[in-house]
């Protein structure tokens, strides 16, 4: 008998559905603010762009990733370099994961992946990165490999909060703009934090 219940607790116990994310709310919010470069051709040409996050939520942002499917993404440029745009958020600290701080040489990557640490409401982060369309320099307007791909698939934007919700977005079509401000998920954002 004892051994019948065991037999069933191991059944129920291992065919036990996985753990989801869980589902992003009004606590769970951010904004992207995408620009060419400054002190470029201010046309997108030089591919060199600067890339805001701000947490508009309640909840501590924990990891961003952006994946582009044309193209690829080569490191910003060394925070020790007075060109450097990168600034960690307010309170907190950051890793990159790929690509890696060598701009214009080290490994290139499809996907920019940051971990946080003290990534809190109201903060924003800022790094500078290039795209490049094959493995090694090449000029190309940032807007048409972020966006406006024609059949190939637009950049996708991932976050995980420190609760363990997830807000996973594709980046929309659009016209050729000098700024661009994206905020996700689009039906519970509170106002962006302030100077995005």
């Given at each position: 008998m004892h051994l019948r219940r065991w037999l069933l607790l191991v059944l129920?116990?291992?065919?036990?559905?996985?753990?989801l994310a869980a589902q992003p709310t009004a606590e769970h919010c951010l904004t992207i603010k995408i620009?060419?470069?400054?002190?470029?051709?201010?046309?997108?040409?030089?591919?060199?762009?600067?890339?805001?996050?701000?947490?508009?939520g309640f909840a501590a942002i924990k990891e961003f990733k952006m994946t582009i499917a044309?193209?690829?993404?080569?490191?910003?440029?060394?925070?020790?370099?007075?060109?450097?745009?990168?600034?960690?958020?307010?309170?907190g600290s950051f890793?990159?994961?790929?690509?890696d701080f060598d701009h214009g040489g080290g490994t290139r990557a499809k996907t920019i992946h940051c971990e946080f640490d003290g990534f809190d409401p109201g903060e924003r982060f800022?790094?500078?990165?290039?795209?490049?369309?094959?493995g090694s320099a090449s000029y190309a307007d940032?807007?048409?490999?972020?966006?406006?791909?024609?059949?190939?698939a637009n950049a996708a934007v991932f976050a995980r909060f420190a609760d363990g919700a997830v807000i996973e977005a594709t980046l929309p079509d659009g016209e050729l703009l000098p700024i661009y401000v994206f905020s996700f998920p689009l039906h519970s954002c509170l106002p962006p934090a302030k100077d995005l």
């Open positions: 129920l116990v291992g065919s036990a559905p996985p753990l620009s060419d470069f400054p002190g470029e051709a201010a046309d997108w040409t030089y591919n060199h762009i600067v890339i805001e996050i701000a947490n508009d044309t193209g690829f993404f080569d490191g910003p440029i060394p925070l020790k370099d007075e060109r450097s745009r990168t600034k960690a958020p307010e309170g890793t990159l994961l790929d690509p800022r790094f500078d990165v290039d795209l490049d369309k094959a940032a807007r048409r490999m972020l966006f406006n791909n024609g059949a190939a």
